[in-house]
């Protein structure tokens, strides 16, 4: 109601303003007062029809594209097209290129549609060739890369790759940041490398990347470096060597980027299979699956994994777990087949998806058959008598300790989720930030952004954490790192723990908030789907959310 209140007086006054002036209006609140913000964009825009001025039209129509970036992508792709249309014959060096661009960045937000994707960021290229803009260009190429390094292994590819790395070597004075875009670059150049197996190339440049990331005095892009060493080492035979890279660098990425840490434990685990260690093998090869189950972040290898796993399971003759992982195989086939176009070419299948079926179903029945044994049947009767009077007492007990954990939080009152706060953990905050191998000055600027973005309960809407950190002007690896040091957890656990306490609260406090659907709920605060929000109340609180809103509604009830 205040925003709303503050919006409406702000409207009888707009006229005031002049474009300059509206324009940092709409820059001061884009990120703390979203809906006063796209009220003066509003107003920019109606002046600027008014004034039939196309360029300043654009403009207003950006502003809006950009206030629906993470809102709604039908509205942001219905912006970024009127920037194309109002602006398709402007010699700008802005317009209509960022309505391409933006058109790119929402449809790259569903992988079913990256050729779209590819497609408008191409254009905006096109666009950028004849009205120049070198940090925009730049954005779109690094893009462009994105998509192509997931959809295609060719010299077609890694000669953009080079382009780009000539194109901001080129243009370094005109560019931001040039130390950290060219190190990410470099690292692009890498995998390239990697991927269309010019491992001699990839190698070299590895060891450039981490040299000159000591010289930048960026020991976590000398980390990235490192892991890349590695992954050329394995495909060099080196396996040895692989290992140890994998092995360095681990301790350094298992509280920072899930991605990159799937990724050592996949490589560690194919260096032991190529060294005839299969136990050490499939302990990878499983810690690479886990990650994979928990943030369900697909790449294209992850078929690989569960053929190996497969494989071990098979010299093992367990045969439920061979069922357990070739379910898992078909499933991934289906995500990677309809996003990876081009892992049909570059992954060696042992199992064709067919295959896998046929094989699942022939496991099935070599099962069957044994149950329908009379040893086999008796000890099935035996074992469910068993299982049933677990049944019982484990139910005993779960509710006992439902109980319990109600109990605790119906007591909390304050959050839980903030930085540590106690007398020594301040005074040990200096010590803690260096050995999170981040300067304190901005430690302290990123705590304060953080308790701002904590009281303005933004992270009811989907972000990321590259997202959070644009937000908050930041690196995310520094992001991550901070979230990880003072909140001694992962960016996916402070966002769920912060948005299940936001869920407790209202459930304690609004009547009409305990009415919604548990899919509601969890939607209203942030949660993608109903299994996602459900997972992470119960492992956050220990109790399902539907358990709690009905002791919480037969305590209220109890009192009136």
């Not at 109600?406 to 007591?411: A, I, T």
Request: hydrophobic content about 35%; aromatic content about 14%; some cysteine.
């Amino acid at each position: 109601m205040n925003t709303f209140l503050n919006a409406q007086t702000e409207n009888d006054s707009l006229a005031k303003y002049s474009y300059e002036e509206l324009h940092a209006l709409i820059d001061s609140t884009k990120y703390d007062k979203q809906e006063l913000s796209k009220l003066y964009t509003e107003e920019y825009l109606k002046r600027a029809k008014l004034d039939g001025n196309e360029i300043k039209i654009s403009r207003g129509y950006f502003y809006l594209t950009y206030y629906y970036y993470d809102k709604n992508i039908l509205l942001g792709l219905k912006y970024a097209d009127s920037i194309i249309d109002t602006c398709k014959d402007c010699r700008h060096n802005k317009y209509p290129a960022l309505g391409y661009y933006f058109k790119g960045y929402f449809y790259s937000l569903d992988g079913l549609t990256n050729t779209l994707a590819l497609n408008n960021f191409l254009k905006a290229l096109k666009v950028l060739s004849k009205n120049r803009n070198v940090e925009l260009e730049l954005d779109t190429r690094n893009a462009i890369i994105s998509i192509q390094g997931n959809w295609s292994a060719n010299e077609e590819t890694l000669d953009f790759i080079k382009e780009d790395l000539e194109f901001l070597i080129t243009n370094k004075e005109n560019i931001q940041d040039f130390k950290i875009k060219y190190l990410y670059a470099l690292g692009n150049l890498c995998k390239g490398y990697i991927k269309n197996k010019k491992y001699n190339e990839s190698l070299k440049i590895s060891k450039q990347g981490i040299q000159e990331s000591l010289i930048f005095k960026d020991t976590l892009e000398s980390y990235d470096f490192t892991s890349l060493a590695g992954q050329t080492q394995y495909y060099l035979g080196n396996y040895q060597a692989a290992i140890d890279s994998s092995l360095k660098v681990l301790p350094h990425l298992i509280k920072i980027d899930d991605r990159d840490l799937v990724m050592e434990y996949y490589y560690l685990a194919k260096s032991y299979n190529k060294l005839k260690q299969p136990e050490k093998a499939q302990f990878h090869f499983l810690k690479t699956d886990s990650i994979y189950q928990a943030t369900k972040d697909i790449f294209p290898e992850m078929r690989n994994v569960y053929e190996h796993i497969i494989e071990y399971y098979k010299s093992k003759n367990d045969v439920e777990n061979q069922i357990k992982y070739y379910d898992r195989l078909i499933e991934t086939d289906k995500i990677i087949d309809s996003t990876y176009t081009y892992v049909t070419e570059t992954v060696n299948k042992k199992f064709d998806t067919p295959q896998a079926i046929a094989e699942r179903a022939r496991l099935l029945e070599e099962a069957q058959a044994k149950e329908n044994s009379w040893k086999y049947r008796f000890g099935a009767i035996s074992g469910i008598l068993l299982i049933i009077l677990g049944i019982l007492i484990a139910a005993f007990r779960r509710q006992k300790y439902y109980k319990k954990r109600f109990e605790n939080l119906m007591n909390v009152e304050q959050p839980q989720n903030t930085p540590k706060k106690s007398a020594e953990a301040l005074e040990a905050r200096k010590t803690q930030t260096k050995e999170i191998d981040v300067p304190q000055e901005i430690v302290e600027n990123i705590l304060t952004q953080l308790q701002k973005f904590e009281a303005s309960q933004k992270f009811t809407k989907q972000i990321s954490l590259a997202d959070l950190a644009k937000k908050l002007k930041t690196n995310p690896k520094y992001l991550s790192k901070v979230i990880n040091g003072h909140y001694e957890k992962n960016f996916s656990s402070y966002m769920n723990e912060l948005r299940i306490e936001y869920v407790i609260s209202k459930l304690k406090t609004d009547s009409k908030f305990r009415n919604y659907t548990i899919k509601a709920i969890g939607k209203e605060a942030g949660f993608g789907n109903t299994e996602s929000f459900s997972k992470a109340f119960h492992k956050i609180t220990g109790i399902k959310p539907s358990y709690f809103i009905n002791q919480l509604q037969k305590r209220l009830e109890s009192k009136d």
